[in-house]
C-alpha cells in the first residue's frame, strides 16, 4: 500500500505542488461546452493534468491536494456562481479521478499501470461524481439557487429528446461527459508525462 513519508513531504515538494495547483487554476480558465452532449453549464478542461501528473511523479496525495488548491484559487480569485457546489463538484471529480490513478501507477510503475490506473480513474470519477450529482450537487445547487429541477431536465431534454428526469439526464448527459473528459485527459497526460516528469522528480 502506498504510505507518504515525511521525507516525501518536505519543502520543495510542497513548492512543487503549489506549483501544479496554480497551474492548474490556470487552465480551468480554457475550458468550453459539449452543447451537443451536455447542458452549456458542464464545460469541459484539462485541469485535472497537473494533478494527474503531480499523482504519478510524487503520489496520489500530491493530486488530491492540487486540486484542493486549484478550487481554492477559483473561489478565492474569481469567486463563484454556484454558491460553492460547482468547485465541490470539481473537486470531487479531480481528487477521485487523480487519487485513483495515482495509487494504482504507484503500486508499480510501468505504463501499463499508469494507462490502467487512468482508465479506473476515469471509471471512479465517472461513477462517483453521477451519484453525487444525483443526490447531492444537483438537488442542492437548484435548493440554494432557488430552482426547479426541471430546468435542469428541460435543458438536458433540449438535447437528447429520450432525457426525460434526473435519471436521465445522468445517464445520457453526465455519464457521456465525464467518460469523454476522463478519456481526454488521459490520452493528453499519457502523451506529456514522461516529458516533464524529470522536473518533479528533481
Do not use: C
Not at 86 to 107: D, K, M, S
Not at 113 to 128: E, F, N, S
Not at 173 to 179: A, D, G, Q, R, Y
Amino acid at each position: 500500500m502506498y504510505t507518504i513519508s515525511k521525507e516525501t513531504w518536505n519543502t520543495k515538494t510542497m513548492v512543487k505542488v503549489s506549483v501544479l495547483g496554480v497551474i492548474s487554476f490556470i487552465l480551468m480558465f480554457f475550458d468550453f461546452p459539449l452543447p451537443w452532449l451536455a447542458p452549456t453549464f458542464m464545460k469541459i478542461d484539462i485541469s485535472d493534468l497537473p494533478s494527474l501528473i503531480g499523482a504519478f511523479a510524487i503520489g496520489p496525495m500530491a493530486g488530491v491536494i492540487v486540486q484542493f488548491l486549484k478550487n481554492l484559487l477559483n473561489v478565492l480569485i474569481e469567486g463563484t456562481t454556484t454558491a460553492g457546489v460547482g468547485e465541490l463538484a470539481n473537486f470531487v471529480v479531480g481528487a477521485i479521478f487523480a487519487f485513483t490513478a495515482g495509487i494504482v501507477y504507484h503500486r508499480k510503475k510501468t505504463f501499463n499501470r499508469a494507462v490502467i490506473g487512468l482508465i479506473l480513474g476515469t471509471i471512479a470519477m465517472t461513477i462517483v461524481i453521477t451519484l453525487a450529482n444525483y443526490f447531492v450537487m444537483f438537488p442542492l445547487y437548484a435548493k440554494l439557487m432557488g430552482l426547479e429541477m426541471q430546468v435542469f431536465i428541460d435543458m438536458g431534454k433540449a438535447i437528447n429528446k429520450n432525457i426525460t428526469d434526473l435519471r436521465s439526464l445522468m445517464l445520457l448527459s453526465v455519464v457521456p461527459f465525464n467518460l469523454l473528459k476522463g478519456i481526454l485527459e488521459t490520452a493528453i497526460t499519457l502523451l506529456i508525462y514522461k516529458r516533464v516528469s524529470p522536473i518533479l522528480k528533481k
